[in-house]
C-alpha cells in the first residue's frame, strides 16, 4: 500500500489580478482563487497511481484558511486526505521557508512513498519547490514526468518516463521520490455528484506554527525567508512591431538593410 503526499497550492486567477501602480503589490482583493491548474495534473497522477497499487493520497498546503476550499477540491478528485497549514506566522514566507513547513509537518503524517507536485505555481512560479522537498525529504527527484510505468513497492523502485529537450527518457529510481508531471497523460478527472458532496463536509486537518512539533521560528514566514521582493511591476510594453510589406522579398530584404541602416 503506498503512502501518497500531494502537494498543492491555492493561487489568485492570474489572469484577473492587477498590480497597484502606487505600491507595486498584486490587487488580491476580489480575485476568485483556484487551485493551481498543474497542481490537478500532479493530484491526478497521484490518484492514478492509488488507484493501480493501493494506498492513500495525502494533499497538503500551507496557505491562508481560505485554500481549505482547494483542499476540499482535491478531496473530491480522490484524495483521502486533506491537510492544511495556516498560521499568520507562514505569512511572507519564500519557498525555503515553505518547503521547511511542509517537510516539519510531513513528518507527523508518517512516511510517504511517494510525494507529487506541480512543475510550477501560477503565481509565485519560481519552480523551486520540489527540488526543495526532494533534498528535504531525502527522495530522489524526477521532474516533468510523462507516464508512471510501474510502481515496485518491495524492491522500492519506481520507473517513469521524462520528457526531455530531444525525447523521452526512461528512468528508474529508488523510493521514496518526489514527482512532478507533464500535464499530458494526467487530465484532472470531473469528481462525481457524490464525492463533491462529501468532499464539503469532510474533515480537514489543521496544524499552525504551535501544532507542529520543533518548529524553529527562525525558519518560518518572513525571518525563514532570504529571499525579498523589494518591488513588483508590470514589464514596460515597447513600440509594436510592423511587417515589412514591399511587394517581394527582393524589396523587403533592402527595405530592412535600410531600416537597419538607418537610411530610410
Ligand atoms: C519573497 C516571497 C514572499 C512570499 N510571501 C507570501 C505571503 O505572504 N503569503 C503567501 O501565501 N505566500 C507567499 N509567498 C508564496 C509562498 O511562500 C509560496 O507558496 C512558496 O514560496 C512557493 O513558491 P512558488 O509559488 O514559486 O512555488 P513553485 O516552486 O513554483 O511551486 C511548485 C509546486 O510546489 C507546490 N507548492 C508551492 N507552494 C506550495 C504551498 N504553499 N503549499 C503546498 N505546496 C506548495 C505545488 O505543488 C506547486 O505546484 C511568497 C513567496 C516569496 C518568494
Known amino acids: 500500500m503506498l503512502n501518497i503526499l500531494c502537494c498543492v497550492k491555492q493561487v489568485p486567477d492570474v489572469n484577473l489580478v492587477k498590480i497597484d501602480p502606487e505600491t507595486g503589490s498584486l490587487i488580491r482583493q476580489g480575485v476568485p482563487a483556484i487551485l493551481n491548474p498543474l497542481d490537478a495534473n500532479a493530484l491526478e497522477a497521484a490518484v492514478m497511481t492509488k488507484e493501480r497499487y493501493g494506498g492513500k493520497v495525502t494533499c497538503i498546503t500551507m496557505g491562508p484558511d481560505m485554500a481549505e476550499e482547494a483542499l476540499r477540491e482535491c478531496l473530491a478528485a480522490g484524495a483521502e486526505q486533506a491537510v492544511l497549514l495556516s498560521d499568520r506566522a507562514f505569512a511572507n514566507a519564500d519557498t ?17 512513498d511517494l510525494i507529487f507536485c506541480g512543475k510550477e505555481s501560477l503565481d509565485g512560479a519560481t519552480g523551486q519547490m520540489a527540488s526543495q ?13 510523462l507516464t508512471l510505468c510501474e510502481v515496485d513497492e518491495s524492491k522500492k523502485l519506481v520507473t517513469v518516463e521524462r520528457e526531455l529537450e530531444n525525447g523521452i527518457e526512461k528512468t528508474e529510481a529508488r523510493l521514496p521520490a518526489l514527482i512532478t508531471v507533464e500535464k499530458t497523460n494526467f487530465h484532472p478527472r ?10 464539503r463536509t469532510a474533515e480537514i486537518l ?13 525558519q518560518i514566514g518572513d525571518p525563514g525567508s532570504p529571499t525579498k521582493v523589494p518591488r513588483t511591476y508590470p514589464p514596460e510594453v515597447g513600440e509594436s512591431g510592423f511587417i515589412l510589406q514591399e511587394g517581394s522579398p527582393e524589396k523587403d530584404v533592402d527595405k530592412l538593410f535600410a531600416l537597419l541602416e538607418g537610411i530610410v
Open 206 to 218: 489543521r496544524f499552525n506554527s504551535k501544532t507542529i512539533p520543533d518548529l524553529d521560528p527562525a
Open 190 to 199: 470531473i469528481p462525481n455528484l457524490k464525492n463533491w458532496k462529501a468532499s
Open 133 to 145: 522537498l526532494a533534498e528535504r525529504f531525502d527522495a530522489s527527484l524526477l521532474s516533468g514526468v
Open 96 to 112: 525555503l521557508a515553505t518547503s521547511y513547513v511542509i517537510i516539519s509537518a510531513a513528518k507527523e503524517l508518517g512516511k510517504f
